[in-house]
C-alpha cells in the first residue's frame, strides 16, 4: 500500500469505519499471519492470538497514535502481543523468552521455493543455511524478502536503527552467499 493510502486507512479506521478494518484486516492477516506461524509455530495460537490482536486494535482505536505507513506498527505490535500471550501460555514453556526483541524464525524449504527473491539460489539446501544464521538475521532475512518490507519498517519493527539492518542484512547475505560457495566446491 502506498503511504497516502495507509494514511487514509489509518485514520479512516481510528474514526471507527468499519470498511477500513476490513479493508486493513484482509490486507495484512495473510502477512501476519505467516509471521506469527514462524514466531509460535502453532497455527491454532497464532489465528487465536492474531484475531485478538485485531479485535484489540479496533476496540482501542481511539488511542491509537497517527501513522504514515501502518505495516512496521501492525508487525511490532502484533509481534509483541503474541509473545505476550506466549509467555503466559503454559504450553509454551520451552520457549526462550530470554531476548523478546528477537525471535527464533525457522525457514521451510517450501518457503525458500515459492519465495522469487531465493530462486536465484536455486539449492534445497538453503533452508538449512538460513536456520544457520543468528536469529536477528533470520527475521531481518525473513521480513523483508518473506514479507517484503523495507529496511526503514523493519528498523521499527525490530527496534533498532536503520543502519544496523542494513548491516544485519549484509552479513547475512555474505554469510549464505560464503556457505553456498563452499557447497558448490564440494558438489
Not at 500500500?1 to 492477516?29: H, I, P, R
Not at 504514515?68 to 502484533?78: E, R, V
Request: charge should be neutral; glycine fraction near 2%; charged fraction near 25%.
Amino acid at each position: 500500500m502506498e503511504k497516502l493510502t495507509d494514511k487514509f486507512l489509518w485514520n479512516a479506521l481510528k474514526e471507527g469505519d468499519l470498511n477500513a478494518f476490513s479493508v486493513l484486516f484482509e490486507s495484512y492477516y495473510p502477512q501476519l499471519h505467516s509471521y506469527g506461524l514462524k514466531i509460535s509455530k502453532s497455527s491454532v495460537v497464532t489465528e487465536d492470538t492474531l484475531q485478538d490482536f485485531f479485535l484489540y486494535v479496533y476496540e482501542h482505536r481511539e488511542n491509537l497514535s497517527d501513522l504514515d505507513t501502518i505495516a512496521p506498527y501492525l508487525f511490532t505490535s502484533y509481534k509483541r502481543f503474541l509473545l505476550k500471550v506466549m509467555k503466559k501460555n503454559e504450553k509454551m514453556k520451552h520457549t526462550d523468552f530470554s531476548n523478546e526483541n528477537f525471535v527464533d524464525i525457522q525457514f521451510t524449504a517450501e518457503e525458500v521455493i515459492t519465495n522469487q527473491e531465493t530462486i536465484i539460489f536455486k539449492n534445497k539446501n538453503l533452508s538449512l543455511l538460513l536456520n544457520k544464521l543468528p536469529k536477528r538475521q533470520k527475521e531481518a532475512i525473513y521480513l523483508k524478502y518473506y514479507s517484503g518490507l523495507k529496511a526503514a519498517e523493519i528498523s521499527e519493527i525490530m527496534d533498532i536503527n536503520y543502519q544496523s539492518v542494513v548491516n544485519i542484512l549484509h552479513k547475512a547475505i555474505k554469510s549464505l552467499k560464503e556457505e553456498i560457495s563452499i557447497m558448490k566446491l564440494f558438489n
